[in-house]
């Protein structure tokens, strides 16, 4: 793979070291996760969608704080919403700007059934004009500032209908002033099954000129990254379900796309560190309850462990800090070279 110059990623504003993000991920880009991807490279992450009803409305306690935890060390940081009533996003969203946000997403792509059946989410892809009523609220109540970005699906389906409703959403919203569009090349209804079309990421650049795409679906590795921003064009990726349980990537990408430095799998001693750093950044944020946070990071972890079979089970078991360091102690004492992860098992959900 030869070296590159790569345009900066620019989102609005905000001039990102590198093209390599960490992927808004329900259920696991939280703050732990996210602070841990930044001190392992990520140039910016985005936190686990919200919806409008819950950031507009909810009373910040003890129990719901962290959702809205922003650190110094955390900038740039996007907060994410999904929803379908306009004047509800422009709550959350202030709310989102005053806890210290960088950035306002909003999700177009959530194809999960509840999410749908509530007009929310992905279901916007076959309702443009409502899209573009619910970004340019949001842009229009926004500090100028405060870049506001989206994130689609390529499609509710492969029908034309689908296709046009896309690019009309893609091209308003860059009228309506939305810095940039992360498009995962899936549609609504494919979910996760069978492959990201990276052509339609390549189509999607084209016709976005010099505005700003970051592409989405399976990137699973360093060279995923490089070869998607190399063959489509894109001027980002978000990296999703390759980066739980491998804050390595980023920083792998960066050195492959930078340097030509092919990456290693880091080493078992590598692992430990990171796996007694995350669960510290766990506790930070979750305090009595990390564990039943953490356990199924530890999952992901395994996979680049040579006994990954055995360690995923273990890691299952896990009900307690004490047996979080007793795993640790028992499997990860001794150093030596770890795994690349196997594709099929990264897809698994
Ligand atoms: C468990 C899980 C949770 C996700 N949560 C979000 C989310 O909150 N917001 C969002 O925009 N996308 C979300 N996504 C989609 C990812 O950001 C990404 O677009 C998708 O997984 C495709 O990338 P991949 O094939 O490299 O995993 C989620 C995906 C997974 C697997």
């Not at 059934?113 to 989410?121: E, L, M, P, T, W």
């Not at 970051?214 to 064009?233: I, K, P, R, W, Y």
């Amino acid at each position: 793979m030869s070296t590159t110059t790569i345009n900066p990623l620019r989102i609005g504003s905000i001039e990102l070291e590198h093209p390599f993000v960490q992927a808004a991920l329900s259920g696991y880009s939280d703050w732990s996760m996210r602070a841990l991807a930044r001190e392992y490279g990520a140039s910016y992450t985005v936190a686990e969608v919200m919806i409008d009803r819950f950031a507009s409305e909810v009373k910040v306690s003890g129990k719901t704080a962290h959702h809205f935890r922003v650190e110094d060390s955390d900038h740039p940081v996007g907060a994410q919403l999904m929803g379908s009533d306009p004047e509800k996003f422009i709550v959350a969203a202030k709310r989102l700007v005053d806890s210290g946000f960088d950035v306002i997403d909003i999700n177009f792509g959530c194809p999960v059934k509840s999410a749908i059946g509530g007009c929310r989410g992905g279901y916007h892809l076959g309702e443009p004009e409502s899209a573009i009523k619910i970004i340019q609220s949001v842009r229009d109540t926004v500090p100028g500032e405060i870049p506001v970005t989206v994130k689609m699906r390529r499609g509710i389906d492969d029908t034309s209908e689908s296709r046009d409703n896309f690019f009309q959403i893609l091209e308003q919203a860059y009228s309506c002033g939305v810095a940039a569009v992360t498009v995962h090349g899936r549609t609504v209804e494919q979910k996760y099954i069978g492959p990201s079309n990276w052509d339609f990421l390549r189509e999607v650049k084209e016709f976005a000129g010099e505005n700003t795409v970051l592409g989405s679906g399976d990137l699973f590795s360093a060279e995923d990254c490089v070869n998607m921003l190399q063959q489509t064009g894109v001027d980002g990726v978000t990296i999703a379900r390759g980066a739980i349980g491998n804050p390595w990537v980023f920083q792998q990408a960066r050195n492959l796309l930078f340097e030509n430095q092919s990456p290693n799998p880091p080493s078992i001693h590598e692992q430990r560190t990171a796996l007694e750093r995350h669960l510290e950044l766990a506790l930070l944020h979750h305090k009595e309850s990390a564990i039943g946070a953490i356990r199924k990071f530890g999952f992901k972890y395994a996979r680049l462990h040579p006994q990954t079979v055995a360690l995923r089970k273990a890691f299952s078991k896990l009900r307690s800090i004490q047996d979080w360091e007793r795993l640790l102690a028992e499997n990860y004492a001794h150093d030596g070279p770890g795994i690349f992860p196997v594709v099929d098992e990264i897809q698994r959900p």
